[in-house]
């Protein structure tokens, strides 16, 4: 194996910080113990402080963010209930698939790839239809790059009169974007913790409203178990969980949530929003141009680019791969071979975006494309430098 570090670009798993992996690093310990709730209950009241929720509660279950999807689902929504859907991507695609195969009767709105959520047709599916119990969106759709508008999510339904639950998908959002579960009304959140948390995979997550609680009390829900809210309820209240937890991953996330809050989950937002321009500048320079179809569904999280004519995105892949120790992601489902991804959520700075654009350079190069050198990594490093704080600015 050649020196170096391998560098890892694509959405989730993301780059494990080095402060949280050794805090991952603990002997196996009594998850009954008297002194265990001393680390549970502090980690459900900070993930609150992340979904920016108030009221309802925050439950974790080992899984990963699939598994969160499935909860919400089960807890709240029994076979036969109607919900509206779109689908404009390889996450928000799956998702559907799953409340298909779970009995749900979806609405399901295509969308071209590229978009996101269609307000407008919801809000003619809301206005025609009281009997929609759920309405789902995918709020960064990491197959494409395309991030949705929640908040006018949220004011279409109020004006339909809706008053089905809301289930956002923020497994590439939450810790990354701005998120605001209890201004926008989302009354299930879920995501997982290999992403914007930059965990291992292994945590379901779910911010859960007060009303989708009721829901889930009142057993409105499917026949369900190892992820019934109301077996975690009852242990959770004291510090504890129905199962064995991953207890190292807890550890991890404290150490998470620390790194988190010492910079300012603002300042994370920020952080997330300049470094993600500058690697849309460096791709607009190279002459190439993103999957998501307009500004206003560009994604600080991910970039989705087009190859050019003639060079294959798997081979992208593989090359990065195979030459250069780099993953990038690939394109998913309707955009295999004709997108590659590079994912900038997590653990990463200035330096490491300019390092994927520059490795995405000679991949490029090496698969066909014409590529001026250069070209995308000086367009990144002029808007970092313009955007960023100087040294002088900072000394003042
Ligand atoms: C990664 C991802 C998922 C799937 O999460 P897993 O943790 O792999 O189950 C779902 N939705 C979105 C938007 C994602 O980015």
Known sequence: ??????????????????????????????????????????????????????????????????GAWEAAIQNTLAPGDRVLMARFGQFSHLWVDMAERLGLDVVCCDVEWGAGVPLDRFAAVLADDPSIKGVFATHNETATGVASDIAGLRAVMDSAGSDALLYVDG??????????????????????????????????????????????????????????????????????????????????????????????????????????????????????????????????TVTAIQVPDGVNGVDVCRIGYETYRTSFGGGLGQVAGKVFRIGHLGDLNEVTCLAALAAAEMVLADAGAKVEFGAGVAAAQSWYRESGTRPAERAA
């Not at 009954?32 to 509660?57: I, N, S």
């Not at 999957?291 to 569904?297: H, I, L, T, Y």
């Open 1 to 66: 194996m050649p020196g170096g570090h391998t560098h890892l670009f694509v959405p989730g798993p993301t780059n494990v910080p080095d402060a949280v992996r050794r805090a991952m690093n603990v002997p196996m310990e009594d998850h009954r113990a008297p002194d265990f709730p001393a680390l549970t209950l502090p980690l459900f009241e900070d993930l609150k402080k992340v979904f920016r929720l108030d009221d309802g509660r925050v439950f974790l279950f080992p899984g990963s963010g699939t």
């Open 171 to 300: 497994v590439s959002s939450i810790a990354s974007l701005p998120f605001e579960q209890q201004r926008w009304g989302v009354d299930l959140a879920v995501t997982g913790s290999q992403k914007g948390f930059m965990l291992p995979a292994g945590l379901a997550m779910l911010g859960v409203s007060d009303k989708a609680l009721d829901a889930a009390a009142e057993r409105r829900g499917s026949a369900r178990c190892y992820f019934d809210f109301a077996d975690q309820i009852r242990t959770n209240d004291l510090g504890y969980f129905p199962y064995t937890p991953p207890v190292p991953l807890l550890h991890g996330l404290r150490a998470a949530l620390d790194l988190l809050f010492a910079e300012g989950l603002d300042a994370v937002f920020d952080r997330h929003h300049r470094l993600a321009e500058g690697v849309r500048r460096g791709v607009h320079a190279l002459g190439l141009s993103l999957c998501a179809v307009g500004p206003q569904w560009y994604s600080d």
